[in-house]
């Protein structure tokens, strides 16, 4: 399920963290009177009432001072990439000054959803009751807190999700779904993208038929009409070749591309593949952190399909998690993860950098689906 990243803003001492605690009833950040006691991004994954499964993040203050406060500041700016709902934190003692406008002016720009929270109702000298979106609240004193999560809560109903695959099928439709079993596959369990297809198809009241690729012959021969089949991209070619035409075929990756509303970019960034010189530069990037297998498809599979489909040599880097180049210039080809890992805003803020520094990108189901020559077809569900 994706989870809703709540991130709270501000300058130091202005009560973020002691607000993050009253906000979710855990001594989840550091409280002090020394300035500057949050160093790092604290994230902190949860269920909370009456949100949902969401992901809480306090920040650096934004207004820190020398060398080393300014790589805090840049890490406080790195989490806007995340952040669905912004919480600006205001000292109601002090008012609204250039650093949060600055802020607003981000979020505006993003289309992000914000509140301004001025804190230390407490102290009695509240300012800036006029500003556009604001509450006023005492962490110290735990008031406006409630009101505040009601707030919140109103942003994450009216945000508009898209359907991963529910949209694709009807109440009684078969959908095989092929998971291979390989040496990088973790042990007795599925990973996320392949849990919230299913999830998603229940939901929906379809019939989720799960194989390994091995086994996909004998399914499609003994499970009556199907809807659909979903694969892991790793497989395309072989299971292509398995799939009758008449059956519409895709992957969990080229879903989760749709589902993160960068399809139509992932599509054209393919064919970039076409156009690559020899030496080119070929940023490789997936959104979780794992433990490298022999046969890792991020470091290994994707780097020799690439040499074999264009008979070309490259130099590949490569990043993980959180990491992602702020200057994208030096690449000619980035290749992103399925990114089942990154919310929403995060994927979109990796493509919209790219889009912006003329950067084509594209995923790696979308990608392999272009090396084995089936991309016009694993794309139609779209």
């Known amino acids: 399920m994706e989870r809703t990243h709540i991130a709270f803003f501000g300058r130091r001492n202005a009560g973020k963290s002691s607000l993050v605690n009253r906000f979710t009833s855990q ?14 991004p604290v994230r902190k994954t949860m269920e909370l009432l009456p949100l949902g499964p969401v992901v809480i ?15 805090r500041i840049e890490r406080s ?31 505006v ?35 406006g807190i409630e009101e505040l999560k009601e707030k919140v809560a109103v942003i994450i109903r009216e945000r508009k999700v898209r359907p991963l695959v529910s949209d694709l099928v009807e109440e009684g439709d078969i959908v095989v779904l092929v998971v291979p079993i390989d040496s990088s596959a973790p042990k007795d369990r599925l990973i996320l993208p392949q849990q919230m297809v299913i999830r998603d198809l229940l939901g929906k009241g379809a019939i989720p038929v799960v194989v390994k690729d091995t086994e996909l012959g004998i399914a499609l021969s003994k499970v009556g009409k199907v809807r659909m089949v979903i694969t892991d991209s790793q497989v395309f070619g072989k299971v292509s070749k398995i799939v009758p035409d008449e059956i519409p075929l895709t992957s969990f990756s080229i879903l989760m591309a749709r589902f993160k509303g960068i399809l139509d970019q992932s599509v054209g960034g393919a064919y970039m593949l076409d156009e690559l010189e020899n030496g080119a530069k070929i940023l490789i990037s997936e959104g979780c952190t794992h433990h490298r297998q022999c046969e890792d498809i991020g ?6 399909w690439i040499r074999e489909y264009t008979g070309k040599d490259f130099e590949f880097s490569f990043t993980s998690g959180l990491e992602f180049p702020k200057d994208l210039s030096s690449y000619d080809l980035i290749i992103h993860c399925g990114a089942c890992m990154l919310g929403e805003t995060e994927v979109a803020s990796r493509y919209r950098k790219a889009k912006e520094q003329g950067i084509p990108m594209t995923n790696y189901g979308i990608a392999i689906g272009k090396m084995k020559g089936i991309l016009d077809r694993v794309i139609k569900l779209r």
């Open 57 to 71: 993040i306090d920040t650096p203050g934004i207004d820190d001072e020398g060398a080393l406060g300014n790589q």
């Open 109 to 143: 720009r993003r289309k992000i959803p914000y509140l301004v929270v001025i804190n230390k109702s407490d102290l009695g000298a509240v300012t800036d009751l006029e500003i556009k979106d604001s509450m006023t609240v005492s962490a110290l004193k735990g008031e």
């Open 77 to 107: 700016l790195r989490v806007i990439d995340e952040t669905d709902i912004a919480i600006l934190v205001v000292d109601g003692s002090i008012g609204l000054g250039d650093d949060e406008k600055q802020l607003i002016d981000v979020f």
């Open 27 to 40: 001594e989840l950040s550091i409280v002090s009177d020394v300035a500057g006691t949050t160093t790092d």
């Open 299 to 304: 470091t290994v599979k994707l780097p020799n």
